[in-house]
């Protein structure tokens, strides 16, 4: 496989899955199109690899970790935070579980985040988390375990507010 | 909220951060920018090309709809019970110009164009043999879409390039639009007018030992017509350019500075236009007839104008046998 045919078939892919980790698509963009002309330098041994698309995607997945550790915060920005709503603000407005729980994705932790995203957006094991991430099997459902506790708190904050109305 | 519930509403709600995800318009831009990265050092691999067959369609699950016609399709000689398709449909103007394969056998290709490989509009028929561990099927972030009864999927990449994938067996087919809209329908079109021909391996009798064999290296005829097909092979040296080894009917159209070249007089020209078109470095020789190119497409333009030794080297060590008949050039479906 090309590099060029590489792409017109996986970016969009790489995009979206980017799109879900990052919970914004001006950073997803900056971080896949860093990974994809790291990518292009390096395609004669990615391209020789088993799964170039499982490598790549990994890529974006380490870019996406080293990119949160470089901000040093975990930093949502305005516009997506705009995406998602003023939960707690509007009392008054009908509240969007899927909005709360968008919310609280771009809250969590980034490990947390990848493994959720991981599980429930690419449908991994908990073995593959594990090797994507570089931790163990137990860490994953660590953070896994973790990450569905605190977006069930959230969704349950919106019901007292749904049920105060 | 139920467990099941719970997941539900947190892939559904993924799935639709996902649907936010921007257009790849931008990282493809800057993409085919290639970085510039360090020149190659030619060493004494012999290029295959030479007589080597691939398969343009490596399988055989997808039936005949069409008695067999008498037209190309490249394959390995190890796979002998290869099959391969041709389109029974094209838009109109459109004629066949290229035919192609990776030297490796890993693809094969045929191109059509209304006006020329690098103008106008284009439709890039491909076959690639699925390595183990490839998807086999659609990757579930495109829409789906079916083929002739089998899976795939289409990719709407920007406003000029589309592009439409299927599986058949252990073969993934893919149809590539330029410049054409609506391309969906012409595509699918095209798609269900393949037929199955019979094997009918694409020979070059072109090879080169200076001349660097890398995964990304390709053989081929090209041309408008019959009777002016260029015979070719191009190996993509580590990302810093491109050298491309043709044996072509007339002379190359501009002029070049004289210089020793296989007992004789060959012609260098060197180029620093920005003009994407143009070859950045072309050294080319009389053969009798028929002339001999070899021409370097530096990704980094300013590295232009160094590699007359090493172009030297590979056209010294050419051998060049007749050009195959190529009496799909130019031709409609």
Redesign the interface.
């Given at each position: 496989?090309?590099?060029d045919?590489f792409?017109?078939?996986?970016?969009?892919?790489l995009?979206?899955?980017?799109?879900?980790l990052t919970?914004d698509?001006?950073q997803?963009?900056d971080i896949?199109?860093e990974v994809?002309?790291r990518a292009?330098?390096r395609?004669?041994r990615i391209?020789?690899t088993?799964?170039p698309?499982a490598y790549v995607t990994r890529m974006v997945t380490n870019e996406f970790l080293s990119w949160r550790r470089r901000c040093r915060e975990l930093v949502v920005t305005p516009s997506a935070m705009d995406?998602f709503g003023a939960v707690q603000a509007d009392l008054t407005g009908q509240v969007d579980?899927?909005a709360v729980?968008?919310a609280g994705?771009a809250r969590l932790p980034r490990k947390q985040r990848a493994a959720?995203?991981l599980r429930?957006?690419l449908n991994r094991t908990d073995e593959q988390i594990a090797e994507e991430l570089g931790c163990s099997t137990g860490t994953v459902r660590s953070h896994v375990s973790r990450a569905?506790a605190a977006?069930?708190v959230e969704?349950a904050s919106v019901e007292r507010v749904r049920e105060a109305l | 909220?139920r467990t099941d519930d719970?997941?539900n509403?947190?892939?559904?709600?993924?799935?639709?951060?996902?649907?936010?995800?921007?257009s790849?318009v931008?990282?493809?831009a800057?993409?085919t920018r290639?970085?510039r990265?360090r020149w190659w050092l030619p060493v004494g691999i012999t290029v295959a090309a030479a007589l080597v067959t691939v398969a343009l369609l490596p399988t055989g699950e997808m039936r005949p709809t069409v008695e067999p016609a008498a037209t190309v399709g490249v394959t390995v000689t190890a796979e002998p019970q290869r099959l391969t398709w041709e389109p029974t449909w094209m838009p109109p103007n459109m004629v066949e110009r290229d035919r192609s394969a990776a030297t490796n056998g890993?693809?094969a290709a045929s191109t059509w164009a209304n006006v020329s490989l690098t103008s106008g509009q284009k439709i890039v028929f491909?076959v690639?043999r699925l390595?183990?561990?490839?998807?086999t099927g659609p990757?579930g972030?495109?829409e789906k879409v079916e083929v002739s009864g089998y899976a795939g999927q289409w990719?709407e990449?920007d406003s000029k390039?589309n592009?439409l994938?299927w599986w058949v067996g252990s073969s993934r087919l893919?149809l590539?639009s330029y410049s054409i809209s609506p391309a969906r329908p012409v595509l699918l079109r095209v798609a269900e007018s393949l037929r199955y021909v019979p094997e009918q391996p694409l020979k070059i009798p072109l090879s080169s030992p200076e001349l660097p064999t890398?995964?990304?290296s390709k053989f081929g005829i090209t041309g408008d017509s019959p009777g002016k097909a260029t015979m070719y092979t191009e190996s993509i040296l580590?990302?810093e350019g491109t050298v491309r080894v043709e044996v072509r009917p007339d002379e190359p159209d501009f002029s070049g500075a004289k210089v020793p070249l296989r007992g004789g007089d060959g012609r260098w020209r060197v180029t620093s236009s920005p003009r994407g078109a143009e070859p950045n470095e072309v050294l080319w020789f009389d053969l009798g007839g028929r002339w001999l190119t070899v021409t370097y497409y530096a990704y980094d333009r300013t590295k232009s104008g160094q590699h007359l030794a090493a172009l030297t080297r590979i056209a010294e060590s050419v051998t060049a046998g007749p050009t195959p008949s190529a009496p799909w050039l130019g031709k409609t479906p």
């Open positions: 496989m090309t590099f045919e792409l017109a078939q996986r970016l969009d892919g995009l979206r899955y980017a799109t879900t919970c698509p001006h997803a963009q896949v199109q994809v002309l292009q330098q395609w004669s391209g020789k088993e799964q698309a995406a579980d899927r729980l968008l994705i959720v995203v429930y957006y569905v977006l069930r969704l | 909220m719970f997941e509403l947190l892939r559904e709600a993924l799935e639709h951060q996902a649907a936010q995800a921007p790849g931008r990282v493809l800057r993409a290639r970085p990265r890993s693809w491909m690639n390595k183990p561990g490839e998807p990757d972030f495109r990719h990449n390039t592009m994938v893919t590539t890398t995964a990304e580590d990302g």
